[in-house]
């Protein structure tokens, strides 16, 4: 995970800092379009249901009180250039989520007494390239194509009576070729609307993302809040059948 996440991060930065800012006098707010380079960077919060298929068809689904209650370590951000009909963005997202549960129920298709313990670790990066297709001064869109690449590991441990423990671990890894478009609209000197999607296929089935989201213009940051649908249907050589990440976000960017 580790080597993955330092590459694409480390190459992202390198093409970021290495092309010349655009001054606030040069640009504008809203980023549709400026004649220069453009940089953004945008830390976020997505708090989702996670809905998660193992091969032997086994459910398990993490709601948004279990990531507030249980949730070890976050990080989720995005960045990217733009100059005039180009564009270059990056998003990423790591997740540790330790999940333990009390009582009896059946569990993994299993009955269970006692502990149930969860610790879920995933990495998620989307990496694209876009051209502007159409637009004006307030609108644009543009198609994008890029890759997209899933770590994800579920071990959970339970009792099955009279003390004694089991440990089941399912964990996949997947690259995927992704196409789509993204845009844009500026409502007023303040608001903007902007969407996303995609859908793709490589290592996994079928991929696919959805966004749609609004910013608004604070004096030295945007304030950005929306809804996302992010899921995978895994191939059938996978421990993992298919995962689904579902829900809301807000976040704080940067254009310079």
Excluded: C
């Excluded at 995609?198 to 030295?220: E, P, R």
């Amino acid at each position: 995970i580790m080597n993955a996440f330092r590459t694409i991060l480390v190459s992202f930065l390198l093409l970021v800092f290495s092309v010349p800012s655009v001054s606030a006098e040069d640009g504008s707010n809203d980023g549709i379009s400026s004649g220069e380079w453009e940089k953004y960077f945008e830390v976020y919060g997505w708090l989702p249901n996670i809905y998660i298929t193992t091969a032997q068809q086994d459910h398990v689904t993490l709601t948004l009180g279990d990531l507030l209650k249980n949730l070890d370590m976050l990080a989720m951000f995005d960045l990217g250039v733009r100059k005039d009909k180009w564009s270059f963005a990056t998003d990423i997202l790591y997740m540790n989520l330790g999940k333990k549960i009390k009582g009896e129920r059946e569990f993994l298709g299993q009955p269970v007494t006692g502990n149930i313990k969860l610790d879920m670790r995933a990495f998620i990066s989307t990496v694209n390239a876009g051209y502007q297709i159409a637009g004006d001064d307030t609108h644009r869109l543009s198609v994008i194509g890029g890759l997209r690449y899933l770590y994800i590991r579920l071990p959970v441990e339970f009792n099955l009576g009279d003390r004694i423990t089991r440990t089941r671990v399912s964990s996949g890894h997947t690259w995927d070729g992704i196409v789509g478009l993204e845009g844009k609209k500026t409502i007023n000197d303040k608001w903007y609307m902007d969407y996303y999607g995609d859908i793709g296929t490589g290592a996994s089935d079928l991929t696919w993302q959805a966004k749609v989201g609004f910013g608004y213009q604070f004096k030295k940051f945007t304030g950005t809040l929306g809804f996302r649908y992010l899921r995978w249907n895994l191939d059938d050589k996978s421990e993992l059948d298919g995962l689904r990440i579902i829900g809301p976000y807000m976040g704080a960017k940067w254009t310079w």
